[in-house]
């Protein structure tokens, strides 16, 4: 995977960039102002930077996710329901640990949190594996039961003690992220997700697994020819994939948050497919990807408030990314598209004369 | 009418196609020859406007072509790995073809392609069947019905005899006859100088990307092609000479499987011993699918014992869907035969210097054309990825070596290459079992044979080699 597969990646970027600069013109709007107000809000000041870095931890691990479960052809998309499930775990024990030391406390959180997002993957990759359920539904359906739990744990079994808030007890003291660099609250959890994105190139391009991985997703048919264990293949993936998002959910909730609330995910989980795409789903370029993407979401506020442009055109900037990307980038579009029109794999082992 | 003029295309640093001229003539039937890489396929693909040259021009019969998908013009192609709709089924592929433009299944359109597929005395696979899931004949025999349907008046080829049934094959020629008599022009690559001999009006041969011949089929012979194609022709192969003790390395007993409730093996038996090529001969679908699906492991036999002493290597018959994973850099792709994964990733991590030098290796060994270990498996020569998936089987010195109708897309020199490693193979006291539906190929190179016919096997004996009770048999022999 050499740099140069990113360059349709840039040219996305910078025709969408072109696009919306037009539009603005259109409208009267001085593409200039718009773009200092962007860049002045997500990279103008110190306090500004680890803002867009604390936004795009989340990106990552999920990120890492989709790219993981994409090289296998398993069109995970719920890393949303996976990091929900993972947030949930760590803060349904978070309030427990009071009596723990800290690094213990912490690593207990992050551990559970990524068994939680795994065991969410464990269910659509055992659908799919042995029941031949499209990972592409599935994995929606479980995100919108992961909503649903947390919505109900908040609520119920989980609710803060004076019950009077939709929210769970903040989780104990010691089992809180320590942020180093106050006031700012860039933690170890941008860390932990470049040190994921570098591990899970070699597991990707220098294992074994991910060769397996790898020679599943271009070509089931092939790889069952020659006897690689694509039920166990893939169900492995999406536990990985699913314990990845579980992870960040884990990281939100012992550096950020504290606790669970009902809308925990802005939607990091979608937001993650674009940002695994524009990486071209190599794990090393996801973390400048979703930086760009933290960048984006960290600027908009100012954006609107310098140019007097609604922050939503973020949003329309990282569809455009998306689409110009899928229109040019022939490889990754027939790839997904062949995904999502028949997401089931042909029983390749059948035998017929 | 088509005329190819000056045509170039180069991938990267390999030339391809250097100048090349070349015409399809109403009424004519040109046959396109040469060596595994020569750059049939390219022009082809070209001529079909799936490519676009790199310098050149291509006139129709109205006038300059701009490159856009052929069937406008009256151009249609069968190409090498068939381009079909995989995710449907052979009757949407057809109902899509010209018979009918719609995806709906009108039962006229079916009745056409049935006609058409009767004329070319085709058999058509088990309805519904999703195209990804049909065996190699069976996509080549959809993709030149469909070609068909679109009444072309250019029709290009990229060797599709090479997996037809010989009597399929005879008819399927007398039916480019007929074409050409109503005035339509055939261009037909093939690797069988005599296809090309009685069939052609014109032979063009190119070499390394170059035209070095353009001849009347009637003003040249067997000899002169393979001269200008390859140079000299190794010798034919020499009696085996294995003298070690014949001990049994595979042993198939009264095999069955069943499926769907259809009896697709009948009571296998057989056994290959050191020393042998035992060959299996029959056409398509009777049974071999089944066999190799045993062989391989993909399937468990209904009833009967399988016994195999010592590692077994399996060459399948469709390499590009089967054997390789045609996006993945050769060297990935040796990694998908299981020993020579233990080798280069033996635990945890490839050894991923040691995969690709092993790749430079076997490429030199085996005269494989490619750029290098790092590219595609997409960018070999169709012939090229056959030798890949030999040269991969072989390298891991296994006892058993099953090899599926190897010698498919292979030029003349290959094949008799590939030919004597398999005998060498033999004599160094391991044993092969080769699958084939070329008869020449099997009394030429095995000790014993036998026919499968409707998942039974039968012996051949010497008295079954006149070819002509052959052809009737294996006409015969089809399910
Ligand atoms: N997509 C590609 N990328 C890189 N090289 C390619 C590509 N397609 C073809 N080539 C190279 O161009 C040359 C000609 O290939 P082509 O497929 O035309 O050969 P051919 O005459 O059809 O051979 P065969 O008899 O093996 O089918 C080969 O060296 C091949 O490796
Ligand atoms: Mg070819």
Redesign the pocket.
């Known amino acids: 995977m050499s740099a140069r597969a990113l360059l349709p990646s840039l040219a996305a970027l910078l025709l969408a960039a072109l696009l919306v600069a037009v539009t603005l013109l259109l409208l009267g709007v001085s593409p200039t102002r718009a773009a200092t107000g962007l860049l002045d809000g997500a990279f103008g000041s110190p306090l500004a930077i680890t803002d867009t870095l604390v936004k795009a931890t989340p990106l990552i691990f999920c990120g890492l996710a989709v790219a993981l479960a994409f090289e296998g052809a398993l069109w995970n998309i719920g890393a949303d329901g996976q990091l929900i499930a993972g947030a949930v775990a760590a803060g349904g024990i978070g309030p427990r640990l009071a009596s723990w030391p800290h690094p213990l406390a912490v690593s207990a959180l992050l551990l559970v949190g990524a068994l939680g997002g795994g065991a969410w993957g464990w269910i659509a990759g055992w659908l799919r594996a042995r029941r031949n359920v499209s990972e592409v539904i599935s994995t929606i359906m479980l995100n919108y039961s992961a909503a649903q739990i947390l919505a109900w744990a908040v609520h119920g079994p989980l609710i803060e003690a004076s019950r009077a808030f939709p929210e769970s007890s903040a989780i104990a003291a010691s089992a809180r992220l320590q942020l180093y660099f106050a006031p700012s609250r860039l933690n170890l959890g941008m860390a932990l997700a470049a040190v994921l994105s570098g591990l899970a190139y070699l597991y990707l391009y220098r294992s074994a697994w991910g060769f397996a991985l790898r020679a599943i997703g271009r070509s089931p048919r092939a790889a069952t020819f020659h006897g690689l264990a694509t039920t166990r293949v893939i169900i492995t993936t999406l536990v990985l994939s699913g314990a990845l998002a579980g992870l960040g959910g884990a990281v939100q909730v012992t550096a950020i948050t504290h606790r669970l609330y009902e809308a925990f995910s802005p939607g990091w989980g979608y937001e993650a497919i674009a940002v695994a795409l524009v990486a071209r789903l190599n794990p090393l370029a996801i973390v400048p990807s979703a930086i760009f993407f933290g960048a984006l979401d960290n600027g908009a506020q100012a954006m609107q408030r310098a140019a007097g442009v609604s922050a939503v055109l973020v949003q329309v900037i990282e569809a455009l990314v998306i689409i110009i990307l899928l229109a040019f980038d022939s490889a990754a579009g027939r790839r997904l598209g062949r995904g999502l029109l028949s997401p089931a794999t042909p029983d390749s082992a059948e035998v017929d004369a | 009418m088509l005329v190819a003029r000056g045509i170039c295309?180069r991938?990267?640093r390999?030339?391809?196609?250097d100048r090349v001229d070349f015409h399809a003539a109403p009424g004519e039937i040109h046959a396109l020859i040469?060596?595994?890489?020569?750059?049939?396929?390219?022009?082809?693909?070209i001529l079909a406007g799936r490519l676009a040259p790199d310098a050149g021009t291509i006139t129709g019969a109205d006038g300059p072509l701009r490159i856009t998908p052929g069937t406008a013009h009256g151009v249609a192609a069968v190409f090498?790995a068939p381009l079909l709709f995989e995710q449907m089924s052979w009757e949407e592929n057809l109902a899509l073809g010209g018979f009918r433009r719609s995806t709906r299944l009108r039962p006229e359109a079916l009745a056409a392609a049935a006609r058409a597929a009767h004329d070319l005395g085709f058999a058509l696979p088990v309805p519904g069947r999703r195209v990804a899931d049909l065996a190699v004949g069976e996509r080549v025999r959809l993709a030149i019905l469909r070609a068909l349907s679109f009444a072309p008046r250019v029709l290009l080829l990229?060797?599709p005899t090479g997996a037809l049934a010989p009597a399929e094959v005879e008819q399927f020629l007398d039916h480019l006859g007929r074409l050409r008599r109503d005035g339509r022009a055939v261009v037909l690559?093939t690797?069988r100088l005599g296809e090309a001999l009685t069939v052609a009006d014109r032979i063009t041969v190119?070499r390394r990307?170059r035209k070095v011949a353009e001849v009347p089929a009637a003003a040249t012979n067997e000899r002169d092609l393979a001269t200008l194609m390859v140079g000299e022709l190794p010798p034919p192969l020499a009696a085996s000479t294995y003298e070690g003790a014949p001990a049994v390395l595979l042993s198939l007993a009264d095999l069955m499987l069943e499926k769907d409730g259809r009896r697709l093996l009948d009571g296998v038996t057989m056994e290959v011993r050191r020393g042998e090529i035992v060959g299996v001969a029959g056409v398509e679908g009777n049974g071999q699918d089944a066999l190799i699906a045993i062989l391989a492991g993909l399937a468990a036999p209904t009833a009967g014992r399988l016994l195999t002493r010592g590692a077994l290597a399996l060459i399948p018959q469709d390499r590009d869907l089967d054997g390789l994973i045609l996006e993945m850099p050769l060297w990935e792709n040796l990694l998908l035969l299981e020993p020579l994964r233990r080798r280069f990733a033996p635990r945890y991590w490839l050894r991923r210097r040691d995969a690709v030098e092993f790749c430079r290796a076997l490429l030199a060994r085996y005269a494989i054309?490619?750029?290098g270990p790092h590219?595609?498996a997409?960018?070999?020569?169709?012939?090229?990825?056959?030798r890949l998936a030999v040269a991969r089987a072989l390298a891991t010195q296994p006892e058993i070596v099953v090899a599926h109708d190897i010698a498919r897309?292979?030029?003349l020199a290959a094949t008799r290459e590939l030919h004597r490693q398999l005998r060498q193979y033999a004599e160094s006291g391991r044993a092969v079992l080769l699958l084939s539906s070329d008869l020449e190929e099997i009394f030429q190179l095995c000790s014993r044979s036998y026919l499968m016919s409707r998942g039974r096997l039968r012996p051949l004996g010497p008295a079954d080699r006149q070819a002509g009770r052959f052809g009737l048999m294996l006409s015969g022999a089809q399910g």
Do not use: M
């Open positions: 295309k991938f990267g390999t030339v391809a196609l040469g060596e595994n890489g020569a750059g049939k396929s390219t022009l082809v693909s090498q990229d060797e690559v690797h190119l990307g054309r490619a750029g590219d595609p997409a960018a070999l020569s169709g012939g090229n990825r056959q897309g292979l030029d």
